[in-house]
């Protein structure tokens, strides 16, 4: 099938372009640049039809609109949309002349959860603009899908990790290697309250995975939400303790209120600290399993553990 990847040189891009060529699919990809970021574009990837725009500059008039209306596809994905702005301008511009439209949320649409693990099924309760717009444009779709048709299917990742990517990190921030080196060296890290809140990250092939076999079974995942995440979540102590061990430590931890975690880590890295703790996201991914046969290849462990070989190897971290 023909299929238009919106944003295909990106974290889950990278490793979901590769899988579609080689499921024998003729794809295109609109992007900036005609490179993927996060991989070999020499594996998987001199099959690519090239379409280089800028969105947002084309945003700002109609030569988007008009560059979608032209194209002639069957499945659209779209993996850089975070305004209902934007997402109803893709749906005007294929509705009733595609098979399959994808769209890539974020569990920041469904809020901190009031039970757990969170289910697709769960109120929407977001809190941030982010997770408002992820939210709307989600239920504007399946809206769409239930009264006019439009084929759309919702995939919400974690916390995309891959080998080139850092995870967030055991203290829920993104802020470089520096507690991975302390973590390596049995140095105290610090952690906001008692270290329970939790992280659900996801691997970016797990994500292109969700995304291949949501278009392998149309009938199941039209009309339909997913949440794509590792099996399980993981507390801030357990990440601690999990990248402690690949060095054979255990981790040296110190506790402070969140508050006072500012003070230990600045104020950008404590917003990324704040918002996450806010969080404390735990996904099922029971449905996926069930009606798609979803089955993330890595645990948070592992991730961790494919990002550090990665800095290790490309010297970013440094044990002495």
């Not at 339909?224 to 990440?239: H, I, P, Q, R, W």
């Not at 110190?254 to 104020?267: D, Q």
Request: net charge positive.
């Amino acid at each position: 099938m023909k299929i238009l990847v919106i944003g295909g040189t990106g974290h889950t891009g990278s490793y979901l372009v590769s899988r579609l060529i080689l499921e024998g699919h003729d794809v295109q990809v609109v992007a900036r640049k005609a490179e993927p970021h996060y991989c070999d574009p020499r594996l998987g990837w001199r099959k690519v039809q090239w379409i280089i725009a800028d969105r947002r500059a084309e945003e700002k008039g109609d030569s988007w609109q008009k560059r979608m209306k032209a194209l002639k596809v069957d499945i659209v994905i779209d993996l850089i949309c975070y305004t209902p702005e934007q997402n109803q301008i893709m749906v005007g511009a294929f509705e009733g002349r595609i098979r399959q439209f994808l769209h890539c949320g974020s569990i920041w649409a469904y809020g901190p959860p009031r039970r757990v693990p969170y289910k697709e099924t769960d109120p929407r309760k977001p809190i941030g603009q982010y997770g408002y717009n992820k939210a709307r444009i989600e239920e504007n779709l399946l809206t769409g899908f239930h009264k006019n048709g439009f084929p759309a299917t919702v995939i919400h990742p974690g916390h995309i990790s891959g080998r080139k990517w850092l995870p967030i990190s055991p203290q829920a921030t993104r802020n470089g290697v520096g507690v991975y080196e302390r973590l390596a060296r049995g140095e105290t890290v610090y952690l906001p309250d008692d270290g329970g809140s939790t992280l659900h990250h996801v691997h970016a092939d797990d994500v292109a995975q969700m995304f291949l076999i949501a278009i392998k079974h149309p009938k199941a995942a039209l009309g339909e939400s997913f949440s794509a995440v590792a099996s399980y979540a993981m507390t801030l102590l357990g990440c601690c303790e999990a990248v402690a061990s690949l060095f054979g430590k255990e981790p040296n931890l110190k506790f402070l209120p969140l508050a006072k975690m500012e003070e230990v880590l600045g104020k950008e890295a404590f917003g990324s600290t704040k918002n996450h703790v806010e969080h404390s996201p735990s996904c099922s991914i029971d449905k996926a399993q069930r009606l798609l046969g979803y089955q993330p290849s890595y645990t948070t462990e592992e991730i961790y553990r494919e990002c550090i070989e990665y800095i290790l190897e490309s010297g970013q971290l440094k044990l002495s």
